[in-house]
C-alpha cells in the first residue's frame, strides 16, 4: 500500500520502519526540517531512535501535500496536543473513505474528546481507527516481540488494518470497543506518572504493585462508565499498556514521574525528558472526566495535584495511604 505517516518521532519511525519491512510505500511527514534533513541523511533517528535503520525506500518530506499525495492510508503519529491542528492541516489531502489510523494516545484537553473523536471532526471524509498496546517504539524498532490491538468501528476496518501492520515479531488483534482502547491508552500514562513519581520517592516493588493495580481499577471504572467493555481494560490496551508504562526504563512519562518524586517540577523534567509527556496533558482531562461521571479517581487527582498545585509528591502519597478504609471490590459481598 501507499502509506503516510505523519509525525517522525520515535513511534512514527518505529512504525515506519515496520510498515516498510511489510513491504509498503511510505512516505514519512515531519514539521521540522532539521528532523527531515537528518532522516533524509542517515535514515536513523538520530537523537529520538538511535540505533534503528529506516529501509531506503522510505521517503521524507515537510511538505504535508506533497506527503499524503495518492496515499492509501494515513498513520497519525505526532503527539496528542497536536492531533486536532494536524488533522486540520491534513484535511484537504484526505480522500473520501481513506484510512486513518491514529496511533497517538491521549484526550484532547480543552474538549475532553478522544483522539479519534478529534480527527473525524477534523476529518469528516475518512475512516478512523486506532492501534493500542504495550509497544514501546525502542523495542518495535529492534523486532523485539510486540503485541497490540486495532480499534475500528467496523469488523471489515479492523481486520484491513490488522493486516496492513501485523509481521512475524508484531502481533496484532482487533476490537470494536474505540472507547476502552482509547481510554487505557490515556489514563495510564497518568497512572505511569504516578508509578515514577513513587519510585523517586525511594518507593519498592509493593508500591508500584499497588499502584499499577488500583490504576487499573480507576481507569476501568471510568472507562465502563464512559461505555467501554470491562474486558478491555484486562487486555493489552489496559493492563497491558499500564504494566509496561509503569514498569520500562524506556517510558517517558514513568521517567518524568521519577523526576518529580526527585523534586523538580513538571516542567522541568519535561525539559529532562527531551519528548513529549502525554501523561501531563491527559491528566486534567482525566480527572475532569472522573467529575462528569461521578468516579473516584484518587491516584489521578493526587497525580493533578503534584503537577499543578506544587503538592509535595510525599504528601500525596500519604494522603493515599490514609484514605477511609474501604472494601477491595463493591460489587463483592459477604455469604453470612
Request: proline share 4%; charged share 20%.
Amino acid at each position: 500500500m501507499k502509506i503516510c505517516v505523519l509525525g517522525a518521532g520515535s513511534w512514527g519511525m518505529a512504525l515506519t520502519r515496520l510498515l516498510a519491512n511489510n513491504g509498503h510505500e511510505v512516505y514519512v511527514w515531519s514539521i521540522d526540517e532539521d528532523e527531515i534533513n537528518m532522516l533524509k541523511k542517515f535514515s536513523e533517528h538520530k537523537t529520538k531512535l538511535p540505533g534503528v535503520k529506516i529501509p531506503g525506500s522510505v521517503e521524507y518530506t515537510t511538505d504535508m501535500g506533497t506527503a499524503l499525495e495518492d496515499r492509501e492510508l494515513v498513520v497519525m503519529a505526532v503527539p496528542s496536543p497536536y492531533i486536532r491542528s494536524t488533522a486540520r492541516n491534513a484535511a484537504p489531502y484526505i480522500k473520501e473513505n481513506e484510512i486513518i489510523v491514529n496511533v497517538a494516545k491521549g484526550i484532547e484537553e480543552t474538549t475532553l474528546k478522544r483522539l479519534s473523536e478529534v480527527i473525524s471532526e477534523e476529518i469528516p471524509q475518512a475512516q478512523v481507527a486506532i492501534l493500542s498496546g504495550p509497544s514501546h517504539a525502542e523495542e518495535v524498532g529492534k523486532d523485539i516481540p510486540t503485541t497490540v490491538v486495532v480499534g475500528a468501528p467496523t469488523q471489515e476496518l479492523a481486520k484491513f488494518v490488522q493486516d496492513v501492520f501485523m509481521g512475524d515479531r508484531f502481533r496484532v488483534y482487533t476490537s470494536p470497543d474505540m472507547i476502552g482502547i482509547e481510554l487505557g491508552g490515556a489514563v495510564k500514562n497518568v497512572i505511569a506518572l504516578a508509578a515514577g513519581i513513587a519510585d523517586g520517592l525511594g518507593c519498592g516493588d509493593n508500591t508500584k504493585a499497588a499502584l499499577i493495580t488500583r490504576g487499573i481499577y480507576e481507569l476501568t471504572s471510568l472507562g465502563v462508565a464512559m461505555g467501554g467493555k470491562p474486558e478491555t481494560f484486562s487486555g493489552l490496551s489496559g493492563t497491558g499498556d499500564l504494566i509496561v508504562t509503569c514498569a520500562s526504563q524506556h517510558s517517558r512519562n514513568r521517567r518524568a514521574g521519577y523526576l518529580m518524586g526527585q523534586g523538580y517540577t513538571y516542567k522541568e523534567a519535561m525539559d529532562c525528558v527531551k519528548m513529549i509527556v502525554e501523561g501531563v496533558y491527559s491528566a486534567k482531562a482525566a480527572l475532569e472526566l472522573a467529575k462528569q461521571y461521578n468516579i473516584q479517581m484518587p491516584i489521578v487527582e493526587v497525580v493533578n495535584r503534584i503537577l499543578f498545585e506544587d503538592y509535595p509528591a510525599q504528601e500525596a502519597l500519604n494522603d493515599l495511604l490514609t484514605r477511609d478504609k474501604k472494601s477491595e471490590a463493591s460489587t463483592l459481598v459477604w455469604g453470612n
